[in-house]
Nanobody
Framework: QVQLVESGGGLVQPGGSLRLSCAAS????????MAWFRQAPGKEREWLAR????????WYADSVKGRFTVSKDGAQNIIHLQMNSLKREDTAVYYC????????WGQGTQVTVSS
């Protein structure tokens, strides 16, 4: 059974930074590929970034490339999403997913970018 728990969300001013974390538990083969998504009010869920923990390969959506960085936390089953130069339009619930088909999901963490 895979469980994902996100943390690190909150209120940040435009231009600020925030780091989200996702702690995974369960078989390592199920959590080798992990991803971050977000969903803003009234919008569809949007894929942001993906990491393959075994070799730390990463992929990014054009909308966040250069501002967001996904990384893993050493040997622990934790990934991070470092978000810089945040904009009001980054306000959303951010979700962590795992599995080759993103079949496992966390509950999400709210990020609000506002002055």
């Amino acid at each position: 059974q895979v469980q994902l728990v996100e943390s690190g969300g909150g209120l940040v001013q435009p231009g600020g930074s925030l780091r989200l974390s996702c702690a995974a538990s369960g078989p390592s083969f199920s959590t080798n590929i992990m991803a971050w998504f977000r969903q803003a009010p009234g919008k569809e869920r949007e894929w942001l970034a993906r990491i393959r923990r075994s070799d730390e390969s990463t992929w990014y959506a054009d909308s966040v490339k250069g501002r967001f960085t996904v990384s893993k936390d050493g040997a622990q089953n934790i990934i991070h999403l470092q978000m810089n130069s945040l904009k009001r339009e980054d306000t959303a619930v951010y979700y962590c997913a795992a599995g080759v088909s993103d079949q496992y999901w966390g509950q999400g963490t709210q990020v609000t970018v506002s002055s």
